[in-house]
């Protein structure tokens, strides 16, 4: 049966796993990669670091994993929705205003494009009941019309525009296939309709002024299309001779990292069942849940056709920034410089010193924070608001700069972002799409803490895996699948995910506690509403 990889690039690293048919992590190896921010709001990244990093990572797991190259069977990628630009001879296109030749990339996190966003949703076009009824400058249409009119050079060079795991699919096999997850996740197209380009809107197109995009049967942007899982190519000899793995091998669709956490988790226990709510926690967090039938959940993107599993329908809700915030929060507090020398000096994690300081309090600690309230929207809104012009924001502020008031900064924000992963969860309650289990992966699944107040502020049952790295072992499904080892993704999932442990909520007293920090929490998200509607009066 052999062994499988799975690749994941992150907003900060590529990383590789090599797995058994079993599921069983042999090997990792990471890189990191660089994010460049020539100006405000503006993230970019290059693929030439990225696929070095994939090499250097690749190589490196297989080493760690002690199995001959000849023994891996199978290759999956997943990677953030970032947008790549080629052009017609697979070469990077400059995506940056002082166009730098190696920065082709724009980065999911890029938010350069808010204008252009809300220009395509004053349409009203039907392709974006999609995307919860508003399209987000994260997605890719967005960043393209902003491309078109700002970059005029780099817009006549591109041929091809690609989405960060359709890109490294290409790049490994040659093939110009694309998976439905990213085109139909991000770029609108709609995967029911057909898997020939059927699914792209060419009245959209010409609504929003990117016409050109339906040029050539759709060659810029991809006209067949695959659901994860299925073998979109083999491993071309450059790209074998580059990662020391053998020619010829599988070559899976790709799929977005989120989703690929979402393959590696839902399965866990044996159990893939509708109820559960995949929540991959990193940088950002995204909420990823399947059904049998199409639900619209307002603010929250989907429903997208065979995007995860084939024939099933995901909905995405998500937080444009979860670890990224809680790093924000606690790294401008005036005792963190001490926190990181305590750190340091009892060879600790700066969130292990800060978890010691709370419960040396003496009572629960939940209560600590019934004076400090943290509204999570530094990052914009992305659901289920989905107003990407948010900004966050603290209440209950003292003249303490001490320790352990900045241990309560960083518990409240942990609360605030329980409180957006509940306010989704009520969004597709009312939809009648149901949730009363969280699977977490990503890497705020080890941070206790965050879990507990998962489960005690939205009442679900959190379930974490027991499987070390879950992103990079649904990856591995992809290739595992693409190899013909198993016959779906839903029997390599049943196979390889394990089991997890299961933490309850503790309800009672916790639990009306935190209802009223909710209603906190959603008081303070209007109030920051109103405060920018008054300021605009200024005409500032």
Known sequence: MGYFIGVDVGTGSARAGVFSASGDCLGTAQQEITIFRPEKNFCQQSSTQIWQAIVA??????????????????LGFDA??????????GQPVSVSPDASPEQDIILWMDHRAIAEADEINRTGAEVLRYVGGVISPEMEMPKLLWLKRNLPACWDRADYFWDLPDWL???ASGTFIRSLCSPVCKWTYQGQKGSKGEGWDNEFFNTIGLAELSADNYRAIGNEFLPPGACAGRLSQPAAEEL????????????????????GTLGVNGDVATGRLAVIAGTSTCHISISETPCF?????????SVLLPDLWANEGGQSAAGALIDAVIGRHAAMNQIRKDAQQNKMSVYQVLDKILTQCGEESAFLTIGRHIQPDFHGNRSPLAHPWRHGGVDGLSLDIGKTDLALDYLATLQALAYGTRHIIDEMHQAHVPVDTLVVSGGLARNELFLREHADATGCSVIVPQAEEPVLLGSAMLGAVASGCFYTLKDAMSAMSGQGHRLSPRGGKISTYHQAKYQVMRRMQQDHADYVAIMKETGQ
């Open 297 to 305: 959940v307002p603010g929250v993107w989907g429903p997208y056709y």
């Open 169 to 171: 699919v290409h790049r």
């Open 80 to 89: 953030t929705c970032s947008l790549v630009v080629a052009d017609g001879n």
């Open 244 to 263: 020391a793995l053998p020619e010829g091998i599988a070559v899976s669709s790709g799929i977005i990292d989120a989703y690929a956490g979402a393959l």
């Open 57 to 74: 990572s690749v190589r490196q797991a297989v080493k760690h994993a002690d199995i001959k190259p000849t023994a891996v069977a199978g």
